[in-house]
């Protein structure tokens, strides 16, 4: 796993305990994760973890691997992804985004 854009997204719920909510951002993420772009991906939920240093606050993780900064760039602009945001931001109090490369 080298030479990767490494697209690491952290959302937090309006309503975490609501299944509905929980539902709908899990059935965007799975759309989400067609599009062509996206060489592997995870989605999860947190570990719940009492070590000071591990954050379990967060309601999902989101996590895509692209072959080049210009791709992670073509999926931003992707329809799907445009879509996802416009059908999902509504579920999110939160949203934290980290970008990596080696």
């Known amino acids: 796993m080298k030479n ?3 697209h690491h997204v952290f959302f ?7 299944p509905a909510a929980r539902e709908e ?4 993420l799975q759309d989400l994760i067609r599009i062509p772009l ?4 995870h989605i999860g939920r947190p570990v719940e973890s009492s070590r ?6 967060f309601s999902y993780s989101y996590l ?3 072959r080049s900064r210009q791709d992670q760039d073509a999926y ?7 879509k996802f945001v416009e059908k999902c931001q509504h579920l ?3 949203v934290l985004v980290y970008d990596a490369m080696d």
């Open 4 to 6: 990767l854009f490494v």
């Open 12 to 18: 937090w719920l309006k309503e975490p305990n609501s």
């Open 25 to 28: 951002l899990e059935k965007g």
């Open 38 to 41: 996206i060489q592997s991906s």
């Open 52 to 57: 000071e240093v591990v954050d379990d606050s």
């Open 64 to 66: 895509a691997f692209f």
């Open 76 to 82: 931003q602009a992707h329809p799907d992804h445009l």
């Open 92 to 94: 999110w109090a939160r």
